[in-house]
């Protein structure tokens, strides 16, 4: 079992749908991160956080420590937000290494 | 424009080749990552350097080494290629700590 679970592996949606991706976790964390790997290959850092919630435009991320589990979230999707989003988790016994999971390909039509 | 600056984007090597990866940042970095990319497989991490005079093996160092030439540069090298080491690469830098991560543009990299 891998250490960094994403879910759904891909997925589909419509122009304006509410999009969630998850999360779950099997270590203990000092830090989540979700980056955005676009069609073109570039990785850009979306969040980090370690507790509560963040908002960045229509991007929402969350996470609960006990239960080990983030969400990401974007809201009146768009065909610019399709692209493949990546967990990663970063163990605060491992100095700032990361652990990734394997990304959700998000395809959103117009 | 401040990041992470990989060179070469795309390569090709034939079996037995060597060839070295530069990357560069400019953002004051303490620390510096190589990661490799295969289909259905997360990021893994290959080599990283927590600090300018220090590197580290990752999850799949054997078949590379690195060298930090100095805060700004890590470099990666493959002694001779394999067929298995075909891959995207990326490199990425961080400040350390408790603070985000800036990735390079990535190599795609083909041996053949």
């Known amino acids: 079992k891998n250490e960094v679970e994403q879910s759904p592996q891909n997925l589909t949606a419509q122009e304006g749908e509410f999009i969630t991706i998850n999360c779950s976790y099997s270590v203990g964390i000092s830090a989540l991160h979700w980056l955005q790997q676009h069609p073109g290959g570039g990785i850009v850092s979306l969040f980090m956080?370690?507790?509560g919630k963040k908002k960045h435009g229509r991007l929402i991320a969350t996470i609960n420590i006990q239960e080990k589990h983030s969400s990401l979230h974007i809201t009146a999707s768009h065909p610019r937000d399709s692209a493949v989003y990546i967990c990663a988790v970063r163990s605060g016994g491992s100095g700032s290494r990361l652990t990734f999971g394997e990304g959700t390909q998000l395809t959103v039509n117009p | 424009n401040a990041g992470v600056t990989q060179t070469p984007k795309f390569q090709v090597l034939k079996t037995g080749q060597s060839m070295t990866l530069q990357c560069a940042q400019d953002m004051n970095h303490n620390s510096m990552y190589w990661y490799r990319q295969d289909p259905g497989m997360g990021l893994r991490l290959i080599y990283y350097?927590?600090?300018?005079?220090?590197?580290d093996k990752g999850e799949v160092p054997n078949g590379y080494n690195v060298s930090r030439l100095n805060k700004r540069e890590f470099s990666l090298r493959l002694e001779s290629a394999a067929p298995s080491q075909t891959s995207v690469y990326f490199c990425?830098?961080?400040?350390?700590?408790?603070?985000?991560?800036?990735f390079g543009s990535g190599t795609r990299l083909t041996v053949v």
């Open positions: 990425a830098s961080s400040p350390g700590g408790a603070y985000g991560y800036t």
């Open positions: 350097s927590a600090s300018e005079g220090t590197t």
């Open positions: 956080l370690s507790s």
